[in-house]
Nanobody, 125 residues
Framework: QVRLVESGGGLVQTGESLTLSCAAS????????LGWFRQDPGKEREFVAL????????YYADSVSGRFIIVRDNAKNTVYLQMNSLKSEDTAVYYC??????????????????WGPGTQITVSS
């Protein structure tokens, strides 16, 4: 059974940093593209960042590029999202996702096969 579990969410002030973790079990994460999405109440879930399985290439949404960093640790079957210079508009539930094994995955929700339950980030000004 595949399981993704996010951790590290919480309440922070504008300008502060926070790092999310997503631990995977039931898959060999090195063979899967891993991504982060977020959703604010009343809005659609949106892509944040991804790291590919083949070359560990990274890709970011424009809204977080230059502030967020996605890193994978294959030995720990974990992916991290380091979030810097947080803004109030970063407030959302953040979800970790994994694509299919050795399958290309991009910025669309339907590209991902497995999802975590999410963790809340609240940025207070």
């Amino acid at each position: 059974q595949v399981r993704l579990v996010e951790s590290g969410g919480g309440l922070v002030q504008t300008g502060e940093s926070l790092t999310l973790s997503c631990a995977a079990s039931g898959i060999t994460s090195s063979r899967h593209t891993l991504g982060w999405f977020r959703q604010d109440p009343g809005k659609e879930r949106e892509f944040v960042a991804l790291v590919t399985w083949r070359d560990s290439d990274t890709y970011y949404a424009d809204s977080v590029s230059g502030r967020f960093i996605i890193v994978r640790d294959n030995a720990k079957n974990t992916v991290y999202l380091q979030m810097n210079s947080l803004k109030s508009e970063d407030t959302a539930v953040y979800y970790c996702a994994a694509g299919g094994r050795e399958v290309r995955a991009g910025v669309r929700e339907r590209d991902y096969e497995y999802w975590g339950p999410g963790t809340q980030i609240t940025v207070s000004s």
